[in-house]
């Protein structure tokens, strides 16, 4: 009985012994096998993109396995200073136990993706640790323009719940960017589950109407209103409009035709883009209040580029689609 007492003892005491783990990345969430998966593949016509952050090899493995079904784009959040096995012992006041803990923590982010352009379809994938995305996403979110992109977060979880994490992340960006509902894997997910999950969605990408500034190519975000449509169809046979300066806060140009309206009074602010009177295209470096139809915004200028742009000179605006 002594024997037993004493090796009980003993158990406990190396069980207590072994810090326990961060849900390091809740390992065994997903039984996928990184080492299985085929090498990543360059694809420069990709308009999908999967971001993911993770601490081994789980959320990456889910991550690599979304990639390799839709042909996407990978992009992997690292942070500036590497967690280490004891910054991620749960409940020991670790560090990551103290970010979680601090609703503005913001932990820096060693490199930044070149540019979400090209990108319509944006997967996010990160644990779950303590209820939510760990706080680097908070990060990448506040640092990035995700504007008029969907996004599809998932995240990986031994036991817990997604909770409220997407719907905190949402909660950065703007009312022109879509998310879609939570995904967890769990540890019941094998690769071909998770590849049918994200095939299952059909985010086709249709072809994104791009513009042109003379000679320079700006980010819009554009509104799904009937005038758009009817300019994605005029911009699918390329379309040129001369544009003048006006007021010293707007270019305007005629668009050759009239456009479905639906003017309401509007004021606007640097980078808008609406339509006049029905037929004329008004992209603003300044602020004006009037009935206008909203197109977009232009999203990658700030508002002294955006002076830059326009307010040296008429001119030209090209629309096509990509």
């Not at 700006?218 to 001369?242: F, K, M, P």
Request: with cysteine; proline share 4%; aromatic share 8%.
């Amino acid at each position: 009985m002594i024997k037993k007492l004493a090796a009980l003892l003993t158990a406990l005491a190396l069980c207590l012994a072994v810090p326990p783990a961060f849900a390091a990345d809740a390992v065994s969430s997903a039984t996928v096998d990184i080492a299985s998966l085929p090498e990543l593949r360059e694809n420069p016509d990709a308009t999908t993109l999967v971001i993911y952050f993770s601490t081994d090899d789980t959320v990456k493995a889910v991550s690599r396995t979304i990639a390799d079904a839709l042909d996407a784009d990978v992009f992997e959040i690292v942070p500036e200073i590497p967690y280490t096995e004891a910054d991620l012992a749960y409940y020991t006041d670790c560090r990551a136990d103290r970010e979680q803990n601090d609703r503005d923590a913001r932990p820096a982010i060693s490199a930044w993706p070149e540019s979400l352009e090209q990108y319509g379809v944006i997967f996010m994938g990160y644990p779950i640790w303590h209820g939510q995305a760990p706080r680097i996403l908070y990060t990448l979110l506040e640092g990035v323009d995700v504007s008029g992109k969907t996004i599809v977060p998932f995240c990986t979880s031994a036991s817990s719940g997604a909770g409220s994490s997407a719907e905190n992340l949402q909660a950065l960006t703007d009312e022109t960017t879509t998310w879609l509902d939570v995904k967890r894997i769990d540890n019941r997910s094998t690769a071909d589950d998770i590849q049918a999950w994200a095939l299952s969605l059909d985010l086709k990408e249709e072809p994104a109407m791009r513009m042109m500034i003379n000679d320079a190519i700006v980010s819009v975000a554009w509104e799904d209103n009937d005038a758009v449509s009817a300019l994605r169809e005029l911009a699918a046979a390329g379309l040129t409009i001369q544009m003048s300066m006006y007021g010293g806060f707007e270019q305007v140009g005629s668009i050759g035709r009239r456009l479905p309206a639906a003017d309401e009074q509007t004021t606007t602010a640097s980078g808008d883009i609406v339509l006049y009177s029905g037929s004329q295209l008004v992209v603003f470096y300044g602020s004006n209040s009037w009935a206008y139809t909203r197109l977009g915004r232009i999203t990658d200028q700030t508002p002294e580029q955006m002076k830059v742009l326009l307010g040296n000179g008429d001119v030209t605006i090209t629309l096509a689609m990509e």
